[in-house]
Each structure stands twice: as structure tokens, then as C-alpha cells.
T-cell receptor, first 116, second 111 residues
Framework: EPEVTQTPSHQVTQMGQEVILRCVPI?????FYWYRQILGQKVEFLVS????????KSEIFDDQFSVERPDGSNFTLKIRSTKLEDSAMYFC??????????????FGEGSRLTVL | GESVGLHLPTLSVQEGDNSIINCAYS??????FIWYKQESGKGPQFIID?????DKRQGQRVTVLLNKTVKHLSLQIAATQPGDSAVYFC??????????FGPGTSLSVIP
């Protein structure tokens, strides 16, 4: 069964460092997403991406964050200068369809980011 | 603003009993709702979805009910099994390309 894969599974970094989290969405999917989940809390929307541009973003997704689809398979989330409060599990998701009344999201297993 | 779900409750059920997990949403314009299951250390996993033109949808052992009048969503799990123990999130598509998750309900199945 096709799945979304994420790397690394866990990354530890120093505050102020840049981090890139990588995702390989399901191959025929066109819509891509990043979410984060602080331990024990709800899953928070960060950004959606379609046709090589950001569709929507939340207030969390400030100018320290960026996303990119550098080739036909990878989808990356970059945090330019990490803060302690960026420590969380980051989930990538993809969907075959968009639109207001459709669009099941398939999630990866997540990348745990720890900022020291 | 957009808001889905209640404060995180915990639900404990006996194996074999039915479970009902509830969710409230605030965006009356939402047209699509999804239930996800999240097991410990894993990503959310799709369970079932429902469009706003429906009030009920059934899957294998799961049923989702939607009441748009009171902006309420529920997930019913029949004959709950130990493998159903997880956190369950309702989610709401609030615009073309944005799915917002509720706070989640932790389901614990007692063998």
C-alpha cells in the first residue's frame, strides 16, 4: 500500500540552527501538507501546498518557515532559526484531491524535532 | 475564528461494548468532516469521512453522524476491540485546502 515517508524520524538541534524535514508524498497525490503536534496536544495545521505554491498557511507558519518541492518526489519543510517552542512532532500529509468537500489526507509517521 | 472539538476527554469502554466519541465544531460553512485515529508514536490514520449533505455514513464497525443544526459530529465504534485504543480526532475542512483538527479523545479499551 502506498504511504507517505518522512525523514529523519528524530532530529535534535541547537536553538538558532536551521532544520530541514523531508517528506516523500504518495506518488499520484497533488496536494501536500505539513502539520505539527506538540506532545500530548492536538494536531495543528501549518501549511498546504499545491501546484508548486502555498495554498493556505496558519499563523504558526511565519517567515521562519518555508516549504519546497525541489523535485518530483520530495516535499520539504525548513525552519530557518529554530526556537525552543519549535520542539514538536512534524507530520507531512498528502491528498489526491482538493476542494471544500473532499480530500482525505494520508499522513506520514512524523519527524520528531527536539530543540535544545 | 475556527475551532473544532472539545477539551480532550478520556473514554474507557469494556471490550465488546460500543463506543461513542463526540465532537463539536464552530465553522458552520464547513462541508467536509473526517475522523482520524492516532496510535501512540504514529501519524493520524483516516477512519471515515462525511460530507455536509449527509447526516450518517457507515463503514466497517464505524458510523459517523453529523448534525449540522447543532454543529455536532460523532463517531460510533461497534464491538470495541483492544486495537481500537488510541486518540481519536475529528477534523474539519474549513476552506479549499485546509483541514483543522479538534483536540482529540483518548479511547481506552478494557479487556
Amino acid at each position: 500500500e502506498p504511504e507517505v515517508t518522512q525523514t529523519p524520524s528524530h532530529q535534535v538541534t541547537q536553538m538558532g540552527q536551521e532544520v530541514i524535514l523531508r517528506c516523500v508524498p504518495i506518488s499520484n497525490h497533488l496536494y501536500f501538507y505539513w502539520y505539527r503536534q506538540i506532545l500530548g496536544q492536538k494536531v495543528e495545521f501549518l501549511v498546504s501546498f499545491y501546484n508548486n505554491e502555498i495554498s493556505e498557511k496558519s499563523e504558526i507558519f511565519d517567515d521562519q518557515f518555508s516549504v519546497e518541492r525541489p523535485d518530483g518526489s520530495n516535499f520539504t519543510l525548513k525552519i530557518r532559526s529554530t526556537k525552543l517552542e519549535d520542539s514538536a512532532m512534524y507530520f507531512c500529509a498528502s491528498s489526491e484531491r482538493g476542494g471544500r468537500n473532499t480530500g482525505e489526507l494520508f499522513f506520514g509517521e512524523g519527524s520528531r524535532l527536539t530543540v535544545l | 475564528g475556527e475551532s473544532v472539538g472539545l477539551h480532550l476527554p478520556t473514554l474507557s469502554v469494556q471490550e465488546g461494548d460500543n463506543s461513542i466519541i463526540n465532537c463539536a465544531y464552530s465553522n458552520s460553512a464547513s462541508d467536509y468532516f473526517i475522523w482520524y485515529k492516532q496510535e501512540s508514536g504514529k501519524g493520524p490514520q483516516f477512519i471515515i469521512d462525511i460530507r455536509s449533505n449527509m447526516d450518517k455514513r457507515q463503514g466497517q464497525r464505524v458510523t459517523v453522524l453529523l448534525n449540522k443544526t447543532v454543529k455536532h459530529l460523532s463517531l460510533q465504534i461497534a464491538a470495541t476491540q483492544p486495537g481500537d485504543s488510541a486518540v481519536y480526532f475529528c477534523a474539519e475542512k474549513t476552506s479549499y485546502d485546509k483541514v483543522i483538527f479538534g483536540p482529540g479523545t483518548s479511547l481506552s479499551v478494557i479487556p
